[in-house]
């Protein structure tokens, strides 16, 4: 019934052909027909996307109670689509295995329009995918693997970069220091609106509904990062993720803000793990502020250290976020008690508050 009511104002037009080569009429017999199904110049709407399907052409059989589709053809969202397949036992069971393949395909065009200033996903795409399906009851019922490859891929109206780097609370005021201090070409890379990213190709499963992406890399001329997540068939997106910030950019970044430097991995770039989610095109980018403190507490934890131990005066430190930071990792959400030095504080904020960073 549900099911029924999904589809009940949706609609198929085009030019449909039925012949039979063999039609029982007997209920008990009508398994062993042989009908023959052509579809041209033909639309719909019964797929959930922003537009129509359109100049669709199939051609079918039904023999036996199975379905054959030699081919099925058509065009969607600027682009176009192949499908061929089998369904076992179409009156019963209804056990699909299908190969679909797209191209040119407009991605904005599956989604409707965002709400101005929203964030957006533009790009073209390929799509090969070997479906199989147990019944026709709900999306849960649908599996798949395959591979997307998307080219002028931009996510408008949201810079990743400088999104992740806002959220870093322990560091406020970044984004206008940096911005300040950068060379004009890194500060543009900090301004942009968008984020433009290279030629994307990834593999894919779909299980329960969603779209599930295993060891992804993306890459822009501002960072790359790699993950794990999924995209629901209802638009929600949950992304876990590293990115990673190139080594000539990392270090004119850590130039402007010497704290960038404790978030630095072996190889020189600066690095964090962080969450995308939301339900398009609401989507967020959550740096892990925790993981963001522990290294920036272990680091300078480890200076006021060295500086004892050589007796010392700590490093100086530079006005701003540098003040800021410190006051964070060194109880300043609580309250700085008066007449404790920095050394006494920061001891024992590492105690306290250091726990290996999240893998």
Do not use: C, W
Not at 67 to 96: H, P, R, Y
Not at 128 to 152: C, Q, T, W, Y
Not at 156 to 177: D, H, Q, R, S, Y
């Amino acid at each position: 019934a549900d099911m029924a009511r999904q589809f009940a104002d949706k609609e198929v037009k085009g030019k449909l052909r039925v012949t039979s080569g063999k039609l029982m009429l007997d209920p008990k017999e009508i398994y062993n027909s042989a009908v023959f199904i052509t579809l041209s110049k033909a639309m719909t709407n019964v797929v959930p996307i922003n537009e129509a399907i359109d100049s669709i052409d199939m051609k079918a059989e039904i023999i036996s109670g199975d379905l054959t589709i030699e081919s099925l053809t058509g065009n969607v969202a600027g682009g176009s689509f192949m499908l061929k397949g089998a369904v076992k036992d179409i009156f019963l069971d209804q056990k699909t295995d299908a190969e679909v393949s797209l191209y040119g395909l407009k991605i904005a065009g599956l989604f409707p329009a965002a709400t101005p200033g929203k964030p957006i996903f533009k790009g073209s795409a390929a799509l090969n995918a070997r479906v199989f399906a147990a019944g026709f009851k709900s999306p849960e019922a649908l599996s798949a693997s395959g591979n997307i490859k998307i080219d002028k891929a931009v996510l408008k109206n949201m810079n990743i970069l400088t999104a992740a780097l806002e959220k870093i609370e322990v560091l406020p005021g970044l984004v206008p220091k940096l911005t300040s201090k950068l060379p004009e070409h890194y500060k543009e890379m900090l301004k942009d609106r968008d984020t433009s990213f290279n030629p994307i190709s990834l593999d894919f499963n779909v299980e329960n509904g969603n779209i599930v992406f295993q060891e992804v890399m993306i890459e822009s001329d501002a960072f790359y990062l790699t993950g794990k997540g999924y995209v629901g068939f209802n638009g929600d997106i949950k992304a876990r993720s590293d990115i990673f910030i190139p080594k000539d950019l990392s270090e004119a970044l850590i130039e402007a803000v010497r704290e960038l430097s404790y978030l630095q991995n072996a190889q020189g770039l600066i690095t964090m793990p962080a969450e995308i989610e939301g339900s398009y095109p609401d989507i967020s980018i959550k740096p892990d502020l925790d993981y963001v403190i522990q290294k920036l507490a272990a680091a300078k934890g480890r200076e006021l250290l060295e500086s004892l131990f050589k007796k010392s005066r700590p490093v100086e430190k530079e006005p701003n976020v540098s003040d800021t930071a410190e006051q964070h990792i060194s109880g300043g959400r609580e309250g700085k008690k008066e007449g404790t030095s920095p050394e006494e504080a920061i001891i024992k904020t590492i105690f306290d508050i250091i726990r290996p960073p999240k893998q």
